[in-house]
């Protein structure tokens, strides 16, 4: 019986006991056990364990056996739970051609996560007999206390912020009014009265002991929410030495969820390092929370400023936030502006972060750290925003809505939260590139004949611009968690339902595909385990477990606000597919799907009609997504994404015709570079690509089609809603009622393929995208907006037939 038992744990040992050479599983077995004595431990010293616990074990410790005494002490030994050295993506790079003077590189290198739910392991905190609960609190105790400046007097004494007290005085008067007429100096005392009220209700107050309590209670709490939160340590030692420089940081979070602001101060706390003032919208402003909130740094703002209208809040704002910089102060604010509803990044509001450009330019302060963060959860804390996608109204804040929130979450479990830094940069050569494209864009005009942009435009066109850039780096830099993975492929491979040994199957060649891109991942292990997983997690109102004749499935629920829910963890992984989708989709309108002959192998395309397509769906998708960097093309982007369907043998490519493209495009740009008044003529080639028409292919093709299908079904039925229209006018309000109510109808009827299109915010950017292309105009009035047709009442608008016809070209439905 001994000899068995001793057998048993021998094969156990070998098979969990790390090899000379390193892991052997490609890396993705992330813990393996080890026992050890402790009395051997504590004979070799501290230090030296420590040292043999992190290194590849030697051939002579794989022949050890285990005896029957060993067995006898099973109990006594310790068994230490140890993590591999793994290769990681290097996430979060600067852009090398925005940002020339920091070094960037895409290789790979060994990063540990770090769990900071494990106090043991992030401080100096010893074990101790009262257990972690006051361990825990003893570590917030002996944390730094942070230095924050009051700075209230400072911006009441602003020059710009009087010149602004100032204009408002003599504009509720007359513009004639002068200093020291009665009226107008009754008039400046309310005005200086409402800057103090304005101000009162901005500035924070910061206290040091609020911070550790609140960070030790947030702390437990999070611990009973969260299997994990998670940091890469490297990626905290960079944001240490940006902070230590002296200059101030700007932190630029994604915003997902309401513990984005919680999660980066306690990250930031927990490190010794200086938490910033967070911009907070006014909707917080409720009973208790917003005094607590103003303790741990928040600042309250609108949510809609009109800069025009509110030129006294707008200055007393700009002012606080340069004044809270050059004392020293961080900022932290969300260029999104709001929550995501959708689940993928929303495209960027520039007007914060114009204030930080703008106190460069004014040489308040000399530089600043750019900090792009993103937050990645397994569920987020307030569950779904489905009621608001499907044209609900938002409920408002309270404090009992808090308490209630906060008491649902504590009975719940959210598994794994991770919190990722991109690399800090400095702002003057993020902005210098940004500008320095924009001025060479305006004098282009110039050449063209065309209208310059002025000094106002070009720098607001500069600042946009940056804001993009900033969302679509760390968008593309999210690590993808096990629920995202997971919705992603239920939604887009196996909608009707699969078994999870297939789902595995898929999982990993999603997961070899991300590391070939340099994407991590939030987890890791075998497939079918992190399939589990997030099985558990999603719960089964979204996912359910079905006996049919080819065994057990998984199958999503395919009710609209169940889709919904899952297409907003799925969407996260848009930022990884959304260039091959635009060309998926162009590709299966050209090749004319419906009237494909089976015996044919191939179509040709054209290049031209290729990237015209592209450009329109890119065009029309403005308002919901950041396709392009500002330093990039579309032909760049077209070109990486059919060497990648190459690879995939989606397309192949006449390369006689491709290397005469190229010839002709370094012969223009060495034309374009010549001081010779005379230019040849530069004739274009089309290129020809030949697309696979096998199986095989168009599956590949339909797959990629449908990531950004939901949102093209939104735009065709927003577009064909007009066409119904007898008046030449309506409330946009009435509109988006209508719209969603078609929209169930037509889910019903077959009509739609995708009950996540049913989207109030894509609804409400399609109007945008069609005024953009002069279908419709926007009016408003007494914060009523009204959508115009450009037509005579009872007849069709031309513009908005045209645009209804060309978008179904790319939805209709595939057989």
């Not at 320095?436 to 942009?453: D, Q, R, V």
């Amino acid at each position: 019986m001994v000899e068995a038992l001793a057998t048993g744990f021998q094969n156990l040992y070998n098979k969990y006991t790390r090899s000379e050479n390193g892991p052997q599983d490609g890396g993705r077995r992330d813990v393996y056990i080890v026992p050890v004595n402790n009395n051997t431990a504590v004979a070799t010293g501290d230090a030296q364990s420590q040292f043999l616990l992190q290194r590849y074990r030697p051939k002579a410790r794989r022949s050890f056996v285990f005896d029957a005494k060993h067995l006898c002490q099973a109990k006594t030994l310790k068994w230490h739970m140890m993590r591999q050295s793994r290769l990681r993506a290097s996430m979060g790079q600067c852009c090398p051609v925005c940002i020339p003077n920091t070094p960037c590189g895409t290789a790979k290198v060994v990063s540990n996560l770090k769990n900071l739910l494990d106090i043991y392991n992030i401080g100096n905190i010893q074990k101790s007999m009262f257990g972690c609960f006051v361990d825990d609190l003893k570590f917030f105790y002996q944390l730094k206390s942070q230095e924050y400046k009051y700075i209230y007097d400072e911006v009441l004494e602003d020059e710009v912020v009087e010149k602004a007290i100032a204009a408002a005085a003599r504009n509720a008067c007359s513009e004639d009014a002068v200093v020291g007429d009665s009226r107008f100096d009754e008039e400046m005392k309310t005005q200086q009265a409402n800057t103090r009220r304005i101000l009162t209700v901005i500035s924070a107050n910061v206290k040091n002991w609020v911070y550790k309590v609140i960070g030790w209670f947030t702390y437990r709490m999070i611990s009973l929410l969260a299997t994990s939160l998670v940091v890469q340590p490297t990626q905290i030692d960079r944001v240490r030495e940006a902070e230590q420089s002296g200059l101030p940081v700007i932190y630029l979070p994604l915003h997902k969820s309401h513990m984005d602001y919680i999660l980066l101060g306690l990250v930031l706390t927990v490190n010794n390092i200086k938490p910033p003032l967070v911009a907070a919208g006014e909707n917080l402003r409720v009973f208790f929370i917003s005094k607590l909130l103003s303790f741990l740094g928040a600042f309250y703002i609108k949510r809609h400023i009109d800069t025009k209208r509110d030129q006294l809040y707008w200055s007393v704002l700009s002012s606080y936030i340069k004044n809270s910089m050059k004392n020293g102060h961080h900022i932290e604010f969300f260029l999104e502006g709001a929550r995501t509803r959708s689940g993928k990044c929303c495209v960027p509001k520039a007007g914060l972060l114009s204030i930080i450009v703008d106190a460069y330019r004014e040489k308040v302060i000399e530089d600043a750290w750019i900090i792009p963060v993103s937050m990645s959860y397994d569920r987020i804390l307030e569950g779904n925003f489905v009621r608001e996608q499907l044209g609900q109204p938002k409920k408002k804040e309270t404090f009992f809505a808090a308490i209630s929130t906060f008491i649902k979450a504590i009975c719940s479990h959210y598994g794994i939260m991770r919190v990722d830094f991109n690399k800090p940069y400095r702002l003057r050569d993020l902005y210098e590139s940004i500008d320095k494209l924009t001025k060479l864009e305006n004098e282009s005009l110039n050449k063209n004949g065309m209208e310059m942009m002025s000094a106002t435009i070009c720098y607001k066109t500069t600042v946009d611009r940056m804001a993009k850039h900033i969302v679509y780096d760390c968008w593309k830099s999210t690590p993808i968690m096990s629920t995202h993975a997971v919705c992603f492929l239920l939604l887009n491979k196996h909608r009707n339902g699969t078994t999870l040994e297939q789902l595995a199957k898929d999982l990993s060649l999603m997961r070899d595909k991300l590391s070939q891109a340099d994407r991590d991942v939030g987890f890791s292990g075998r497939s079918i385990e992190v399939i589990k997983h997030a099985l558990d997690l999603l719960g089964p109102k979204l996912v359910v477990y079905e006996n049919t004749d080819s065994g057990r499935i998984v199958k999503p629920i395919l009710d609209v606000p169940v889709l919904i829910e899952l297409s907003y963890y799925g969407n996260n992984l848009i930022s990884h597919f959304m260039h091959q989708s635009l060309v998926a989709l162009t590709i299966c309108k050209l090749i004319r799907w419906d009237f494909l002959d089976k015996a044919i192998t191939e179509m040709i395309i054209s290049r031209n009609d290729l990237v015209g397509d592209v450009t329109f769906l890119t065009n029309l998708l403005q308002f919901d997504f950041v396709f392009i960097k500002p330093c990039d093309t579309l032909d760049n982007i077209v070109d990486t994404v059919i060497r990648h369907f190459e690879e995939e043998e989606i397309i192949l490519m006449d390369m006689i015709l491709e290397e005469e493209r190229r010839s002709q495009h370094i012969a223009k740009m060495l034309d374009s570079d010549s001081d010779d008044d005379y230019q040849r003529p530069y004739v274009e080639i089309d290129v020809k690509y030949r697309v696979n028409t096998n199986v095989n292919s168009l599956n590949k093709l339909k797959f990629y089609r449908s990531v950004m299908m939901p949102y093209l079904e939104c735009m065709a039925e927003s577009a064909g809603s007009f066409l119904a229209l007898s008046n030449n006018s309506v409330i946009e309000r009435e509109h988006v009622q209508t719209i969603l109510n078609q929209m169930h109808e037509n889910l019903k009827e077959g009509i739609l393929s995708y009950g996540e299109s049913i989207s109030l915010d894509t609804i409400k950017h399609s109007f945008l995208a069609f005024e953009k292309f002069d279908c419709l105009k926007i009016t408003t009035k007494d914060n009523i907006k009204t959508l115009q047709m450009n037509n005579q009442p009872n007849e069709l608008n031309p513009c908005m037939q045209a645009m209804s016809d060309y978008i179904e070209e790319f939805v209709k439905q595939l057989n």
